[in-house]
């Protein structure tokens, strides 16, 4: 295996019952099998304490043939340190005392998310691409539901 920190994650095949919340399909960087990414490992991949994610089995084969695991596209990787951005500035959103600094946070993760469907859409990853166009499109709704409520003019 390569002297760069990569994640071990379970294949969605093998999953016994649900992931973790928050947990995404991403796809192994060496056998390119549909794996989970938690939210964990997400945060990792965008602060880049780690460089690729495979699976189980490929971890397991590497190891045992002391093979280098090769390099994931540059844009998945670019594509998953986006959606991890995304997601945490989603949660920061949450965190804030005033609308402003929620509408800040909404943006981040609108932006993000938008870019990474795009560089998808450019890989070819259609699903994945609808996937955060959709993901972006749900935060938005529930920003709007949560934070711009208008006052209650009755009381």
Not at 103 to 119: D, G, I, N, P, V
Not at 136 to 141: G, L, N, S, V, W
Request: glycine fraction near 2%; hydrophobic fraction near 45%.
């Amino acid at each position: 295996m390569s002297d760069e920190a990569y994640l071990v994650c379970i294949r969605v095949v093998d999953m016994v019952g649900e992931p973790e919340a928050g947990s995404v399909r991403f796809v192994c960087s060496r056998c390119e099998e549909a794996i989970w990414l938690s939210p964990a490992s997400r945060q990792m991949l965008a602060s880049k304490a780690a460089a690729f994610a495979i699976c189980m089995q490929c971890a397991a084969a590497a190891t045992a043939d002391d093979a280098a695991a090769p390099e994931p596209p540059k844009i998945e990787v670019e594509i998953a340190q986006l959606t991890a951005r995304a997601e945490q500035a989603y949660d920061q959103m949450y965190e804030v005392c005033s609308s402003y600094e929620a509408r800040s946070h909404f943006e981040m993760a609108w932006e993000s998310l938008q870019a990474a469907a795009r560089l998808a859409r450019e890989a070819g990853l259609n699903d994945e691409a609808q996937a955060h166009e959709q993901r972006a499109q749900h935060m938005r709704e529930v920003f709007r539901h949560q934070f711009m409520q208008p006052p209650d003019l009755t009381a």
